[in-house]
């Protein structure tokens, strides 16, 4: 919060809830104004019905110490999962303001679509893997339908990747703006249209150096290198 981040992401799986403890905790406690920050929470797939949607929207809520949520996601889709059921108590929590807008979190193109229609209120982004060497929601075509429909990409596990410090392409991106291989794989993605991203970090240093990765121009040129720097597949 000191360095400038607004958005934080959390979920009632991380912690068993204490994550979402911590996050209301720090907003009360570096006093800042709860219209200044957005807050992104997840229900989880063993609560997607109706009654469990909005119990566990009640329970982020309370352990939030918040009366409402920017963005509620469902986390992960779950075999058998009734998505009508879960978006009718999603859409009366938008109803009853306690959440501000809906998302889903590792939807292919068909549980996209199908949200799309149950939900009463726009579906703002998808949440998914997306980094330099994983490309799988761009292959099923998640990445392009998004784009072209005006949700948001999310790309969680942006730097978390083996070849993160080794890759040559990236280094020598990396050197010739004088950042670090973990900023420019950070400022890839976030230069493409409608992607945004979540890096996690415990470390202040690397806090800041991913903040201040956001402003990092890559040229046609090198975001072009990049994007052909990985084998399918390759980590
Ligand atoms: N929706 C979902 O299903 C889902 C799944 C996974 C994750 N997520 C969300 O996405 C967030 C990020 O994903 P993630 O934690 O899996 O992966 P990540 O942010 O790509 O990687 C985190 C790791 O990268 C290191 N790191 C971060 N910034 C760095 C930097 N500038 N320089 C060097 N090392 C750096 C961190 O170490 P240090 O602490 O040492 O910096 C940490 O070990 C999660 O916190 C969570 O909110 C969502």
């Known amino acids: ?10 979920a009632e799986y991380y912690a ?7 996050v209301g905790r720090a ?12 807050i992104t929470t997840k229900v989880s797939p063993e609560h997607l019905n109706y009654n469990d949607v909005l119990n566990s929207c ?12 920017d963005l509620y996601l469902i986390h992960w889709p779950s075999i058998g999962m009734k998505l009508e059921d879960a978006f009718r108590g999603l ?9 501000k807008h809906l998302g889903v979190s590792n939807f292919k193109l068909k549980l996209v679509k199908q949200s799309q229609e149950l939900s009463e209120t726009p579906i703002i982004t998808n949440q998914i893997p997306y980094s330099l060497p994983n490309r799988t929601y761009v292959e099923n075509g998640v990445l392009e339908y998004c784009q072209q429909n005006d949700i948001l990409i ?3 596990t942006p730097v978390k990747f083996r070849s993160v410090r080794v890759n040559k392409t990236l280094g020598e991106i990396a050197k010739a703006h004088a950042a670090t291989p973990f900023q420019i794989a950070l400022a890839w993605l976030v230069m493409q249209p409608r992607v945004i991203t979540i890096p ?3 470390n202040p240093q ?18 072009t290198q990049l994007n052909n720097a990985w084998d399918k597949n390759d980590d």
């Open 91 to 99: 859409n009366k929590l938008v109803r009853d303001g306690k959440v």
């Open 58 to 69: 009640e329970n982020s809520l309370r352990r939030l110490k918040m009366d409402y949520i």
């Open 27 to 38: 907003v009360r406690e570096t006093k800042t104004k709860r219209e200044d920050v957005f």
């Open 16 to 22: 068993a809830g204490h994550s979402e403890e911590l």
């Open 200 to 202: 996690m970090s415990f």
């Open 206 to 223: 690397h806090i800041k150096e991913n903040f201040d990765a956001a402003e990092i121009q890559l040229s046609a040129k090198e975001m």
């Open 154 to 156: 999310t790309a969680y």
């Open 1 to 10: 919060m000191e360095v400038g981040y607004t958005h934080f992401d959390t």
